[in-house]
């Protein structure tokens, strides 16, 4: 199978994240990166596809301010990451800000998603790396892997959030579906909810989005993912949330995924983009459920016998030194 990424995608180092009330190291680390490529070998590196199909998904106003946003928290006279402290969760508009702090508020969900000197061009090529995997299905492979760091499915429109600052998932559907590739499902087997990708899809008949997640009653991102959002206006039915409780097992899983394939099946996709997350793994060290190794090897067996081509976008996963292992069994098994 085709991989791709980017060397830029290794300069996003941000030091820390705030967890549970306490500082803590940044968990989306870039020695993740550095396990995949090893453990899968033979990525080439993406192709530029400039801002348009990242345009086509995200407000205008929020990318240039990723783009400069640490600039900004340098010339301001601070030192580390750049990371906000004042959320406006009523009646955000679109004012003009002057403060970074504004900015950084006005466009976040969360406190877990800093930015540090390498974010905007790491960010920049997860998302490239998505569109280079699109051009490989669109020229007939079946299915192609984007190693994207940082990963996308948090982050939305115009908001950054869980380590996510583009939506690499949504920028490879939405450009599936301006280049003609029939009806695009989204099927998202992260631990975490992907509130961003549904968000941006959510009134959208065109895309249908399937998610498997931990019960967000429990688990960040606590306000999305519950089984009664399904979607709204012409988007009504075309959402599919499908949360579990901690410490599901392969055996709860595998029911989950096959009613999440059916109803993709049922919905009548012609392509998939699988934002593919390792974190459902037992040794994860921020998450809950108890899939083994093999077990990945079987979720993407099963994937495969949906018969789509499919755009594979890497999510989360931070048990780091099982990762390069579980991407490698996911990846062999979707490949059988
Ligand atoms: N107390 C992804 O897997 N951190 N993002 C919450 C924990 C956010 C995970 C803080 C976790 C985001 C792509
Ligand atoms: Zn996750």
């Not at 205008?60 to 340098?74: D, K, N, P, S, T």
């Not at 009806?183 to 087997?189: E, N, Y």
């Not at 019960?215 to 959002?229: C, I, L, Q, R, S």
């Amino acid at each position: 199978m085709r991989l791709f990424h980017h060397p830029l995608q290794s300069e996003h180092a941000p030091e820390r994240e705030l967890h549970n009330g306490d500082w803590v190291p940044f968990a989306e680390c870039p020695e993740r990166f550095a396990q995949i490529l090893a453990a899968c070998g033979g990525a080439e590196v993406a192709s530029d596809h400039g801002a348009g199909p990242i345009l086509s998904v995200h407000d205008a106003g929020y990318v240039r301010f990723l783009e400069q946003a640490h600039g900004e928290w340098v010339a301001a006279g601070r030192k580390g990451d750049a990371i906000g402290y004042t959320f406006p969760v009523v009646r955000r508009r679109p004012l003009e800000f002057d403060r970074i702090d504004a900015k950084l508020g006005a466009w976040s969900m969360d406190a877990s998603t800093p930015i540090a000197s390498g974010t905007w061009n790491a960010a920049y090529w997860s998302a490239q790396g998505a569109l280079s995997a699109l051009d490989a299905v669109a020229a007939g492979e079946r299915r192609a892997f984007a190693l994207c760091r940082p990963p996308g499915h948090h982050a939305g429109a115009d908001y950054m959030g869980g380590y996510c600052y583009l939506n690499n998932a949504a920028i490879a559907a939405r450009a599936a579906g301006d280049r003609g590739m029939g009806r695009v499902a989204i099927l998202d087997v992260d631990y975490h909810h992907g509130n961003g990708t549904q968000d941006i899809f959510y009134a959208s008949p065109d895309v249908f989005f399937a998610s498997i997640h931990a019960d967000p009653v429990t688990d960040y991102p606590f306000y999305w993912g519950h089984a009664d959002e399904r979607g709204e206006g012409e988007g009504e039915g075309s959402t599919l949330n499908l949360p579990l409780p901690r410490g599901t097992d392969w055996t709860a899983y595998a029911q989950a995924l096959d009613a999440a394939l059916g109803a993709i099946g049922e919905w009548g996709a012609d392509m998939l983009v699988l934002s593919f997350g390792a974190d459902t793994f037992a040794g994860d060290p921020i998450s809950s459920f108890a899939l083994q190794t093999d077990d990945f090897a079987r979720m993407g067996e099963r994937i495969a016998q949906a018969g789509l081509p499919t755009v594979i976008v890497m999510e989360g996963g931070y048990a780091v030194d099982d990762l390069g292992t579980n991407v490698a069994t996911f990846l062999d098994g979707i490949s059988r």
